[in-house]
């Protein structure tokens, strides 16, 4: 089993930053890929950034593209969102997903892990 604790969400204006932090305990953490997913009121979970075992790889969803940075460093088994220029749009539960595979995967049920999500508000 692995558990998997977000921080890092809160209020922030329009054009501001936020960093999120995704910690991981009880397994390698190394050994699984990390998505982070967001959540707005009424909408569906969806795949915003994805990073690979080793760091060799990151997906970006397109409304965050040249916003958002994912970046893990395994020695702390954490996994990084740096979310820069956000938007009243970016305003949601945002989660961290691990899973074996390697590839990125925009299917919540192909995550073997979850957080418990952190909230973020844009305002404008």
């Known amino acids: 089993q692995a558990q998997l604790v977000e921080s890092g969400g809160g209020l922030v204006q329009a054009g501001g930053s936020l960093r999120l932090s995704c910690v991981a305990s009880g397994r390698t953490f190394s050994g699984f890929s990390v998505g982070w997913f967001r959540q707005a009121p009424g909408k569906e979970r969806i795949l915003v950034a994805h990073?690979?075992?080793?760091?060799?790889?990151?997906y970006y969803h397109d409304s965050v593209k040249g916003r958002f940075t994912i970046s893990r460093d395994n020695t702390k088994n954490t996994v990084y969102l740096q979310m820069n220029s956000l938007k009243p749009e970016d305003t949601a539960v945002y989660y961290c997903?691990?899973?074996?595979?390697?590839?990125?995967?925009?299917?919540?049920?192909?995550?073997?892990?979850w957080g418990q999500g952190t909230q973020v508000t844009v305002s404008s």
């Open positions: 990073i690979t075992r080793t760091n060799t790889a990151t």
């Open positions: 997903a691990a899973r074996l595979g390697s590839a990125p995967s925009s299917i919540p049920n192909n995550y073997n892990y």
